[in-house]
């Protein structure tokens, strides 16, 4: 945008850049922030979401043989005594 008056081309120029420069500063904070929470979280030893749900799936199996083998050890019981 081009007008008659070089104070006003020079104000809007340097408006442009200000605000090019903002929003690098903004992906430089918001990169600089991810990695270190990134980097925070792998200190905590945090686990996954797949090895959350993998030992899930491994408690409710082992659950259902523990309430199977306490069936077949009522109905042993009952058999013998």
Partial sequence: MQT????FDDFAQLMSNALGVAQ???VEA???????LDRWLADR?????EEF???RAMAEKAR?????????LETLEK???
Wanted: hydrophobic share 40%.
């Fill in 53 to 55: 749900d993998a030992v």
């Fill in 45 to 49: 030893n945090f686990v996954t979401r």
């Fill in 30 to 36: 918001e990169t600089a922030l991810k990695a270190r």
């Fill in 64 to 72: 259902e043989e523990n309430e199977a083998l306490k069936a077949r």
């Fill in 24 to 26: 690098g500063a903004k």
């Fill in 4 to 7: 008659k008056n070089k104070v």
């Fill in 79 to 81: 058999a013998k005594g």
